[in-house]
């Protein structure tokens, strides 16, 4: 899978994307979780600031 998602980021279109990952506390559990999630460049900070 990380070779396609490479393979897709080298593409002239797929240069003005970063791969944001956030760990995420679970209420219930206390176990952390990650979620992975491709944004745009410029709007990588305001992903980071709204995470919880």
Do not use: C, H, Q, R
């Amino acid at each position: 899978m990380a070779k396609k998602v490479v393979a897709t980021l080298k593409k002239e279109g797929g240069k003005g994307f970063a791969k944001v990952i956030k760990a995420v506390k679970s209420p219930k559990t206390g176990a952390y979780t990650f979620k992975e999630e491709m944004v745009p460049v410029d709007m990588v900070k305001d992903v980071l600031s709204n995470a919880k």
